[in-house]
């Protein structure tokens, strides 16, 4: 099932949009999924900043 998904402008280099469009048009796959794809890496590289619950089990 599909999450819901919130709508939100961004600002992308003239750059950045001619990668994207040009990476649309050769993968079919939407520039939006390559943007929710590019923040999901951004919040994984951060996750430590971020609040959550303190784990039980030492990963150590």
């Known amino acids: 099932m ?3 998904k919130v ?3 961004v600002y992308v280099t003239l750059e950045q ?6 990476l649309n048009r050769k993968t079919k ?4 999924e390559y943007i929710r794809e590019g ?3 951004v919040l994984q590289k951060h996750k430590h900043l ?3 619950q ?7």
């Open 29 to 32: 796959v939407p520039v939006a």
């Open 50 to 52: 971020l609040p959550g």
């Open 39 to 41: 923040i999901d890496l």
């Open 7 to 9: 709508s939100t402008t």
């Open 54 to 60: 303190i784990s039980f089990v030492d990963k150590g």
């Open 17 to 22: 949009s001619e990668q994207l469009k040009l």
């Open 2 to 4: 599909a999450r819901k």
